[in-house]
């Protein structure tokens, strides 16, 4: 349907340039830090050890010791001298969250966002792409006010080939891109209601493709139907989409055309004040 079946035997450079940049970053001694340091916060531990970081780096234990001295003498890391440990930084968390607060696309969401939680009191979450990891984070959340409702991981790293909120971006690559993302996962599921067959996959982009938003329920989180819009740079490219999670107990098929409206009223409102637009 989109020429995947030609491009089955072409590999995308993307992870070889992953590769490469490995190997740049061994050699590199501001790479070998800065790599260092987002080890230490993907880990999702409170602190970590030097044989850890050696291990998790496979680098010698000298190495490791070496990078978290000098992670502590930028102030991003404390020391804790009686166990030995590495913790984050009341400094790093500073600059993490002005980095997050002054991020642009965040910033001009929001505002969209809130209005379209306050006209269908539904939690709505900002997806931003990023095309050389081929995957997705949540940068911004505005919550309903019910009791019940889903407890999102922001700023965490997930696959853009399930749930709405990766389809309404995925939908909108280059057929290049799709296929490489694909051969690259080989999309695994994150849940039994995953998409997990290529061609039920082209079918479902084709449908995304034609009404503008992505629908789906349990894809990603089980009992919760996700619906998403994409999100267009200035060069038409998309970056990102607007969602909206809703448990699947509250959910009314009957509401779903308003609920798309709304959405993707949002989604466009944001794509412009983006500067950005629909190739």
């Known amino acids: 349907m989109f020429g995947w079946q030609a491009l089955r035997g072409c590999r995308d450079h993307r992870p070889d340039s992953r590769q490469s940049q490995v190997k740049t970053s061994n050699r590199n001694p501001v790479l070998k830090t800065l790599r260092a340091l987002t080890w230490i916060v993907q880990e999702n531990s409170r602190d970590v050890g030097v044989r850890e970081m050696a291990t998790g780096l496979g680098v010698s234990p000298s190495t490791a010791h070496r990078l978290l001295s000098e992670l502590v003498k930028a102030d991003l890391l404390k020391h804790e001298p009686q166990t030995g440990r590495y913790s984050l930084s009341l400094e790093f968390l500073r600059l993490a969250y002005l980095a997050i ?55 965490k790293w997930i696959p853009v080939y399930v749930g709405a909120t990766g389809l309404a971006i995925m939908a909108f690559l280059s057929d290049a891109e799709i296929s490489s993302i694909i051969d690259r996962t080989r999309l695994a599921p994150a849940t039994s209601k995953s998409i997990t067959e290529r061609f039920r996959l082209e079918a479902e982009i084709h449908r ?14 089980p009992d919760a139907v996700g619906i998403a819009a994409p999100v267009f740079g200035s060069h038409g490219e998309v970056v990102g989409d607007i969602c909206l999670t809703i448990p699947e107990s509250r959910f009314d098929q009957s509401t779903e055309s308003r609920i798309a409206e709304l959405l993707i009223r949002c989604a466009a409102s944001v794509t412009k004040a983006l500067g950005g637009s629909r190739r």
């Open 101 to 155: 607060a002054q991020t642009p696309v965040r910033q001009i969401a929001l505002s969209h966002m809130r209005q379209l939680t306050d006209a269908c009191n539904e939690t709505s979450l900002l997806g931003l792409y990023d095309s050389m990891r081929q995957e997705m984070i949540f940068a911004a959340m505005v919550e309903s006010s019910h009791p019940l409702r889903y407890s999102i991981d922001l700023n």
């Open 208 to 221: 995304i493709r034609e009404r503008g938003y992505a629908i789906t329920h349990g894809q990603r989180t």
